[in-house]
T-cell receptor
Framework: RKEVEQDPGPFNVPEGATVAFNCTYSNSASQSFFWYRQDCRKEPKLLMSVYSSGNEDGRFTAQLNRASQYISLLIRDSKLSDSATYLCVVNPRNQFYFGTGTSLTVIP | EAGVAQSPRYKIIEKRQSVAFWCNPISGHATLYWYQQILGQGPKLLIQFQNNGVVDDSQLPKDRFSAERLKGVDSTLKIQPAKLEDSAVYLC????????????????FGSGTRLTVV
């Protein structure tokens, strides 16, 4: 079983829409969780960490559900500039595992 | 703050040739990672260093890949001999470690080296 699984999409949404991505992980001992954003032909960049209590950064909200072993990312009021691949990252045993990424295209 | 530096940006080689990539992490970052990202996939960890010691190299194809981090700063990743399936982007990342309780450290990637094996 993979350490991290994501729906690869693609998600095509209109501007202003709300979109949510989920990511499941297999190791219940995982301690740290992150969402990264990767633009085409660029390196991944940290979007936000995910805390147990949930956290918000502007239009982005990340949540962690330890019981069901998944993390989520909610993007409200989507902008054209949000078009990218979103990677979830899970950290069990001092190692970082990436999901395959979810592709998002925001359409005018 | 200077980011993670990698070179070269692009490399094209023929199969069975050798190639080396270089990485200079963010100053003060003790942990350094090499990832392989094949088109359409998420990054896969090849090797993790803590200072100049190897923490995890379980997914490094040791028959052809090698990496070192002398003096706990710069690192090089080598492929010898290269195969067609090694075509990918090789990403270096660094982070602060150990993790401070209650705070999640992410890490910072370099811009990567895009390798094409023909």
């Amino acid at each position: 079983r993979k350490e991290v699984e994501q729906d690869p999409g693609p998600f095509n949404v209109p501007e202003g829409a709300t979109v949510a991505f989920n990511c499941t992980y297999s190791n219940s001992a995982s301690q740290s969780f992150f969402w990264y954003r990767q633009d085409c032909r660029k390196e991944p960049k940290l979007l936000m960490s995910v805390y147990s209590s949930g956290n918000e950064d502007g239009r982005f909200t990340a949540q962690l559900n330890r019981a069901s072993q998944y993390i989520s990312l909610l993007i409200r009021d989507s902008k054209l500039s949000d078009s990218a691949t979103y990677l979830c990252v899970v950290n069990p045993r001092n190692q970082f595992y990436f999901g395959t990424g979810t592709s998002l295209t925001v359409i005018p | 703050e200077a980011g993670v530096a990698q070179s070269p940006r692009y490399k094209i080689i023929e199969k069975r040739q050798s190639v080396a990539f270089w990485c200079n992490p963010i100053s003060g970052h003790a942990t350094l990672y090499w990832y392989q990202q094949i088109l359409g996939q998420g990054p896969k960890l090849l090797i993790q260093f803590q200072n100049n010691g190897v923490v995890d190299d379980s997914q490094l194809p040791k028959d052809r890949f090698s990496a070192e981090r002398l003096k706990g700063v710069d690192s090089t990743l080598k492929i010898q001999p290269a195969k067609l399936e090694d075509s990918a982007v090789y990403l270096c990342a660094s982070s602060l470690w150990p993790r401070t309780e209650g705070f999640n450290y992410g890490y910072t990637f370099g811009s990567g080296t895009r390798l094409t094996v023909v």
